[in-house]
């Protein structure tokens, strides 16, 4: 499987109606309300990159509302047992926390070396090396935001090789 993070704008008011239509397209995994540049972050899943293209430009752009995607293909997919925390196995499942997507840029040939030691941070359920503008994609969760915070500025920003971090706040 391809997994693959599509950014999303949506035009005003519509937002609700387009991340509910989103959750009935095989393949997508999460879509989450986000705060800064984009109004929602879906996490999609494909056999293919093409499988995910299509269903990106397919169904997902078709929605009534979507102004603009923007699609970082994963190209290290982690398992849960990669994880700090188990990675619930279906959407039922969730429990409400709060959530923070972390885009992460770091100095040249130290990706891979950023992207395990964020794996082993407690918090950390996802962290994956990506296509496109940053070179690293994480969710981070916590109890509140303000222990997210202290993970990010206490941990995370502290390993050798981060030389930025683009906070997006999860509100859902």
Partial sequence: MVNAYVKIDVETGREKKARKAMR????????????????????????????IATKVMGRMRKIKGVDKTITNFVFDE??????????????????????????????TGKEKEVRDAMRKIKGVKRANLITGRHDIMALVEGETHDEIASTILGEIRKIKGINKTITNFVFD
Avoid: C, T
């Fill in 24 to 51: 009935k397209i095989k393949g997508v995994i999460s879509e989450d309300f986000v705060a800064g540049r984009h109004d929602i972050l879906a996490l999609v899943e494909g056999a293919s990159y093409e499988k």
């Fill in 78 to 107: 982690q398992s849960p047992e990669e994880s700090s925390e188990q990675m619930p196995e279906e959407k039922s499942e969730k429990v409400e926390v709060a959530k923070v997507y972390l885009k992460i840029d770091v100095e």
